[in-house]
């Protein structure tokens, strides 16, 4: 059974800063993509960060682009996000996402696709306070 496990997230101050990490079992994801999406309080679930396999390419949402940066560990089947300069809207569940096919995607556009994804862990929330 393919598990994708997060941790990290909590209550943090407007400016603060928290690491959150995804650990993978079940499988490996070594030369698969995998990254974050998040879904704030009545809003849809939307992309943040992606890492392919391979190229080392990554990919971030406008809003947090210089704030956020996205990193592996492809021995522990891990993906993190380190997340800077939070603010108020950075408030939302986060999500870890992985691909089950190996390779990088077909076309830049897709990393940013919930749909390409396969595989979704449980959540862990992120609340920023102003």
């Known amino acids: 059974q393919v598990q994708l496990v997060e941790s990290g997230g909590g209550l943090v101050h407007v400016g603060g800063s928290l690491r959150l990490s995804c650990e993978a079992a079940g499988r490996t994801f070594r030369r698969s993509t995998m990254g974050w999406f998040r879904q704030g309080p009545g809003k849809e679930r939307e992309f943040v960060s992606a890492?392919?396999?391979?190229?080392?390419?990554?990919y971030y949402a406008d809003s947090v682009k210089g704030r956020f940066a996205i990193s592996r560990d492809f021995a522990k089947n891990a993906v993190y996000l380190q997340m800077n300069n939070l603010k108020p809207e950075d408030t939302a569940v986060y999500y870890c996402?992985?691909?089950?096919?190996?390779?990088?995607?077909?076309?830049?556009?897709?990393?940013?696709?919930?749909?390409?994804?396969?595989?979704w862990g449980q959540g862990t929330q992120v609340t920023v306070s102003s």
């Open positions: 996402a992985a691909d089950a096919d190996e390779g990088v995607l077909y076309s830049p556009d897709a990393y940013y696709r919930s749909s390409e994804y396969d595989y």
């Open positions: 890492a392919a396999w391979g190229s080392g390419n990554t």
